[in-house]
């Protein structure tokens, strides 16, 4: 069997919107392994950019669970007052502003005006129907998005960690995919890809139902000078910790958050076991 590739920076990249669940310590536990075994440094990058649902309790969990499941990390913040100071994705803002203008700068962006209702009435299956594509609405009027357009024709090879290499076009779930919200904000595939890049990460453990994402922002990276390096990082994409329904676990779902489990008594050595089913 030959040995296990090397690789500089792997990332915990928890969003602080409710206490983590069982789902998040997987992937954590995960990540962490795959450093050990591949001598890649893991950065701690907490994804706070939505503010109205980032609450200071829900980033003091990220830090306790970690610590609790001793899950370690070699980059990043080691407490609130230090994530808030530095490490806060606000203090970002100006490379993903750089990165929404140089978009705009190619013309590949258009402005959508439209309502996730409106959205959701006119789509099939869930994807963006395209109503505002050829408008030609300014990007400067006001509540009105950014998105990128995807129509232009564009093979997307993935490098995997555990299985070859996928090549194949973007999925229509993330069809003109949107990089600048209507209340002005940068929109996750946007940030995610920068701080990926800004942080030199090359190694990307995350879920299953992050797949298309991860192939919006290699689309993305192809349009952003310096993004080939994301699109050489290597990918892998884990089975989801699911409920006994079979449904991917949410924050809201308390009976499985750590916090919930550690007041239960569990120790770190159960909560582990009770991943053992996932592969």
């Known amino acids: 069997m030959p040995p296990p590739p090397n690789f500089i920076r792997t990332r915990i990249a928890p969003t602080p919107s409710g206490y983590l669940h069982l789902g998040n310590a997987y992937s954590f536990r995960l990540t962490a392994d795959l450093a050990r075994r591949t001598g890649a440094r893991i950065l701690l990058r907490i994804d706070d950019l939505d503010q109205d649902r980032a609450e200071e309790r829900y980033i003091q969990d990220i830090f306790d669970t970690l610590q609790f499941l001793d899950i370690p990390w070699d980059e990043g913040p080691r407490g609130t007052a230090e994530f808030g100071q530095t490490w806060s994705q606000l203090r970002r803002m100006a490379l993903y502003r750089q990165a929404l203008e ?21 789509s099939v299956g869930g994807e963006y129907p395209g109503t505002c594509r050829d408008k030609g609405l300014s990007l ?3 509540d009105v998005s950014w998105r990128v357009r995807t129509d232009m024709q564009k093979g997307l090879t993935m490098q995997q ?6 090549s194949g076009p973007l999925d229509n ?3 003109d995919f949107v990089v600048k919200k209507k209340d002005g904000s940068p929109a996750y595939q ?9 942080f030199g990460v090359d190694l990307i453990v995350r879920g299953q139902d992050l797949w298309s994402s991860t192939l919006a922002q290699l ?4 349009l952003l000078p310096g993004g080939r390096a994301f699109a050489n990082a290597v990918f892998h994409h884990h089975t989801l ?6 449904s991917k676990l949410s924050k809201s779902a308390g009976a499985a958050s750590i916090q919930f489990l550690r007041r239960e008594g569990k120790t770190p050595a159960e909560i582990f076991g009770m991943m053992g089913q996932i592969r």
Do not use: M, N, W
């Not at 960690?161 to 996928?166: K, Q, R």
């Open 219 to 222: 689309y993305l990276a192809e």
């Open 190 to 198: 946007l940030t995610s890809l920068v701080d990926d890049l800004h």
């Open 241 to 246: 910790f699911t409920d006994a329904g079979g």
């Open 140 to 142: 400067d009027l006001p």
């Open 173 to 175: 779930s993330v069809k």
């Open 102 to 122: 140089e978009l705009r700068r190619q013309d590949v962006l258009f402005a959508c005006a439209c309502s996730r209702s409106q959205i959701a009435r006119e």
């Open 161 to 166: 960690l555990h299985a070859p290499a996928f």
